[in-house]
Structure formats: C-alpha cells, structure tokens
C-alpha cells in the first residue's frame, strides 16, 4: 500500500486492489481512508486503515 494525500489535507492508502466497478476495470485502484492514534507520552504517530 502506499500512503498518499488527496486535496493536501486528507490522508489515505492507495491498494494494489482494483475498485469494484467500471473504474477498477479501468485500472483506479481502491482507497481506505485512515485512522491516526498518537501516543501522548512519546508522540508515537501510527495509521491505520478504516475498513
């Protein structure tokens, strides 16, 4: 997966799945939005994908 912005402002990843539909078979590749948890000890950033 690769970790991409759309407008600058929100983040999402990009699958080697195709969409469903016309667009995958177009080659658009299916997108998940993300969750961002952030340690408020150590400021430990992780993303996770929103299924």
């Known amino acids: ?20 539909g016309l667009l995958g078979g177009l080659g658009v590749k299916e997108k998940l939005g993300t969750v961002v948890a952030v340690c408020p000890e150590c400021g430990l950033i992780r993303h996770y994908a929103k299924k």
């Not at 997966?1 to 402002?9: A, V």
């Open 1 to 20: 997966m690769e970790l991409q912005t759309g407008d600058g402002f929100k983040l999402y990843l990009v699958t080697n799945e195709p969409k469903p």
